[in-house]
């Protein structure tokens, strides 16, 4: 398993903006595949968004698409999730997730990020 770090989460008014960032324990992210999900309270944890490693392909929910964005970070075990146009729904804990691209479940997770956008 590989050991990830959030950052960034805070409060922010709706319609405002907020770039998440998930750093690992392992020098590059080459064969995994990456991604963000997020947990209401009360409600079940979800995927947001996805980005494997090898050849870029991302993938995005429909709650947000057009607005998140995933992307590589500066360094090659970092991920990236930049939120604008936020949104009081979009309120919820942010986790960064890995697994071997292949693979089907995530088994490497991070502690998460609040994220609140007030209304």
């Known amino acids: 398993q590989v050991q990830l770090v959030e950052s960034g989460g805070g409060l922010v008014q709706a319609g405002g903006s907020l770039r998440l960032s998930c750093a690992a324990s392992?020098?590059?992210?080459?064969?995994?595949?990456m991604a963000w999900f997020r947990q209401a309270p009360g409600k079940e944890r979800t995927l947001v968004a996805s980005?494997?490693?090898?050849?870029?392909?991302?993938y995005y929910a429909d709650s947000v698409m057009g607005r998140f964005t995933i992307s590589r970070g500066n360094a090659q075990n970092t991920v990236s999730l930049q939120m604008n146009s936020l949104k009081s729904e979009d309120t919820a804990v942010y986790y960064c997730a890995a697994r071997l691209t292949g693979r089907e479940k995530y088994d490497s997770w991070g502690q998460g990020t609040q994220v609140t956008v007030s209304s």
């Open positions: 392992i020098r590059t992210f080459t064969g995994y595949t």
């Open positions: 980005l494997r490693w090898n050849g870029g392909i991302a």
